[in-house]
């Protein structure tokens, strides 16, 4: 079974800059979480998605948004980029049940300079 | 508010040795705790998950176990390995039926031939 994966794999932008993000999750999975990590902070969770609805939000501004769609894959976008926004972003997805087991793709590294 | 502490934050050891990796986190009142192993420049690998109703669980030469009343998890990892250096993390699920983690900040584990 294939596991997540994540497009693209490296990004570099310029502030002011929007970019979108794709995941798609594991066959079967319905729920996909999105984090921001990075070294200062750490993984920080930015929201989650299940059957298209987002569940939970994190504390971010607005300028971060997301959706999944009806196969479950997920985008998030970030507009008007700053200079903070660089970091590695981390989707995973789980089945959204009781269990809960979470499994994450490989990442995409945003650069914004 | 929940808060994952895991100190100390880097650990280099001989090959060989058994060792032991805390987690502690703040609210008991968690779903579950799971724990990562992330390679440098990577994405997140799932190592084990403990649903709140267990005290541990293995995998190889991997056991966890958690403590909810105390909040506390070990992560126990037998006859260490070069192949085991990574970082650590330790993340708990607070909300049944969500799919937010709040991760710890991570031990750096350096295992030396």
């Known amino acids: 079974k294939a596991g997540v994966t994540q497009t693209p794999r490296y990004l570099i932008k310029t502030r002011g800059q929007q970019v979108t993000l794709s995941c798609s999750p594991i066959?079967?999975?319905?729920?996909v979480s999105w984090y921001q990590q990075t070294p200062g902070q750490g993984l920080q969770f930015l929201f989650e998605?299940?059957?298209?609805?987002?569940?939970n939000k994190g504390n971010f501004p607005g300028r971060f948004s997301g959706r999944q769609f009806s196969n479950s894959r997920s985008e998030m976008n970030v507009s008007t980029l700053e200079l903070g926004d660089s970091a590695l972003y981390l989707c995973?997805?789980?089945?959204?049940?009781?269990?809960?087991?979470?499994?994450f793709g490989p990442g995409t590294r945003l650069t914004v300079l | 508010k929940q808060e994952v502490t895991q100190i100390p934050a880097a650990l280099s050891v001989p090959e060989g040795e058994n060792l032991v990796l805390n987690c502690s986190f703040t609210?008991?009142?968690?779903?579950?705790l799971q724990w990562f192993r992330q390679d440098p420049g990577k994405g997140l690998t799932s190592l084990l998950l403990?649903?709140?109703?267990?005290r541990e669980q293995t995998s190889g030469r991997l056991n966890a176990s958690l403590d909810k009343s105390s909040g506390r998890s070990t992560l126990y990892i037998a006859a260490s390995q070069p192949g085991d250096s990574a970082t650590y993390l330790c993340?708990?699920?607070?909300?049944?039926?969500?799919?937010?983690?709040?991760f710890g900040k991570g031990m750096k584990l350096t295992v030396n031939p």
């Open positions: 995973a997805s789980s089945l959204g049940g009781r269990i809960n087991e979470q499994f």
């Open positions: 066959s079967g999975h319905r729920s």
């Open positions: 998605y299940f059957s298209e609805t987002q569940r």
């Open positions: 609210d008991s009142a968690i779903y579950n």
């Open positions: 403990i649903q709140s109703s267990q």
């Open positions: 993340a708990v699920s607070t909300q049944g039926g969500s799919e937010k983690l709040v």
